[in-house]
């Protein structure tokens, strides 16, 4: 890649997808082959870095969580459609994890926290159509929002630094904190619910916690647990 100094590894700039060649005249009839899938190209232009760290489909879009905002792509033909960031809700332009939160809603989570996003608002860029969670005194402190995993009437969010979080939509909508796991401290990296959550850090600990995110046992692995 050009303008790249000596010694630095290059950036995965974009996700392709093969289309196959179309069928000759000798393999003419009837095919139960699926569609050709569009290339799609998160260029760099739309992420800023061409670091994507997270993808979802998003009715007939995809979102890619990057290291410079919301990337939203058509699923059709892969055109970019816009890019999200502080300046339209974001609590920050560094993305970390997408996960949906309804049938209407999307979780954002970043370097500086989450917000919901409306699908239909937010990709047509409609103003206030994101919202930040738990920012009433700003989001100003590094605690990345890694991965999400969801769960009955809510959602596990797990934190960098703070561990386990778990979100829910009260009577009218809002989504709170509604309980924080007991293991506060650590470098937590890997999240998965099945139903009850367990983590990975990067210390190498895998920890098992129960339904209400307190810890029941944990092991050493000797290795970073990223996924």
């Known amino acids: 890649l050009s303008g790249m100094g000596a010694g630095v590894a290059p950036t995965v700039l974009a996700l392709l997808v093969a289309v ?3 069928a000759t005249a000798a393999q003419a009839g009837p095919s139960t082959s699926p569609a050709p899938v569009p290339e799609l190209v998160l260029q760099r232009q739309h992420t800023f870095t061409g670091e994507v760290r997270a993808i979802l489909i ?3 879009e ?3 969580a990057t290291a410079g905002g919301l990337s939203i792509h058509r699923r059709s033909d892969g055109a970019h459609v816009r890019t999200l960031t502080s300046a ?4 920050g332009n560094s993305l970390r994890s997408l996960a949906r939160a309804d049938g209407s809603h999307v979780l954002v989570g970043g370097d500086f926290g989450v917000a ?3 699908i239909g608002r937010a990709g047509a860029g409609e103003a206030e ?4 969670l738990g920012c009433d005194h700003g989001c100003t402190r590094f605690d990345p929002v890694y991965a999400m995993a969801k769960v ?3 959602m596990w969010l797990l934190r960098h630094q703070t561990g386990l979080q778990r979100w829910a939509p009260d009577a009218k909508g809002k989504w709170t904190r509604k ?3 007991n293991e506060k401290h650590g470098r937590w990296h890997a999240l998965a619910a099945a139903p009850a959550p367990v983590v990975g850090g990067l210390d190498g600990r895998l920890v098992f916690c129960a339904d209400s995110g307190q810890v029941k046992s944990q092991f050493a692995l000797g290795s970073p647990v990223l996924a």
């Open 20 to 22: 196959p060649p179309p």
């Open 58 to 60: 998003v009715e007939g």
């Open 62 to 64: 995809v979102w890619a």
């Open 88 to 91: 339209d809700g974001l609590p």
């Open 116 to 118: 919901l996003a409306d």
């Open 129 to 132: 159509s994101i919202v930040k």
């Open 152 to 154: 009955d009437g809510g």
């Open 179 to 181: 309980l924080d796991g």
